[in-house]
């Protein structure tokens, strides 16, 4: 592995959350300044295996591909122009082949009306690509709040699936493109609609519904005042047993997919930062152990990169999480992270995918002309 003209973050998060379930500003540890980065990950070149249905096969091509990685955004009205501005950014990049959206379409003292969803998703339907789309807490987990309307957040969560997803398989964008989805594959995580996987130059990615508020794991005080208090939210809970099952199960099926074509790399997004710098078993960790021990444990016996992309935080960074002497387990080397940015940063994350080469992964910051 290899970087360079690279400065990269290893986050220690002070977790303490601001009015809208996210860290505060004063929480947050001063970034580093990434003018200029650079990120390649060097990996033996993989060699795709044919006949790897239910996933298109595609060999890889000697100039690779770009795709974009964009998420919590925007989080008022008034960011509306400065979203367009980025989508007509990427839009024009003619070495974007897909757009990678993290979540969080809208923010958290926003209502969480259908009305609010509809004029988000208009919006994302004008990206010129494909874009691969997964929720927030946002869109859901965090509607229980008054601000937002005091929605059930299940049923919130059902109106995003029936939005956002209406044909199962298939992703959004101006040019739509077939994906596999968990819904369609995998008979006992049905619901899942949201779950995708898909392979592109020797490269295999998947989404995870993996979001903010600690994976669910926040009260639903809004709705239930004795939610946390007396006991756990029978439906909360359920929600997120459901859920953090589907998850652990796609993950080894992207890594079975991923060792079966020889796959170069794999990409994982998803909305929420894992806290993966805190203790297992932690509060502010514990919603997502189960994830990242899944992660860890497959990402060891492939050994090649896995790139994991988040947003969450709004504020961009790249990291070797487990490979920190700092970090609370033992050290991983092949797994590195990017946060995307996020409001009021309306801009977006670069990634070039080359398996021909010995840097397969390169992460590139892009600044939206006008934009904050």
Known sequence: MRFSHARYRNPAHDDREGPQGKPS??????LRRLGGLLLALGVLAGCAQPGAAPLRHAAPQPGGFSFALMGDMPYSPRELPAVDRLVAAVSADA????????GDIKGGAERCDEAVYRQRLQQLQRVAQPLVYTPGDNEWTDCHRPAAGSYVPTERLALVRRLFFPEPGRTLGAKPMAVVSQA?????????????????????FATLHVVGSRNDQVSWMGVDPK?????????????????????VAWLDRLFDEARRRGAAGVVVAMQANPRIEQLPGSLERSGFDAVLAKLRERAAT???????LHGDDHEFFIDQ????????????????RVQGYGSPRIHWVKVRVLPGTPEVFHIEPQRVEGNP
């Open 25 to 30: 500003a004063r929480a947050l540890r001063p």
């Open 184 to 204: 369609r594959v995998d008979a006992a995580h049905a619901a899942f609609v949201e779950n995708v996987m898909f392979e592109r130059g020797g490269v295999v």
């Open 95 to 102: 070495e974007v082949g897909l757009v990678l959206h993290v």
């Open 321 to 336: 999480p487990w490979y920190r002497d700092s970090a609370p387990e033992p050290r991983l080397g092949n797994v590195t």
């Open 302 to 308: 492939f050994q090649r990169p896995v790139l994991l």
């Open 227 to 247: 939610d946390g208090v007396s006991g756990t939210n029978a439906e909360r809970g359920a929600e997120f047993e459901a859920r953090q099952a589907a998850n």
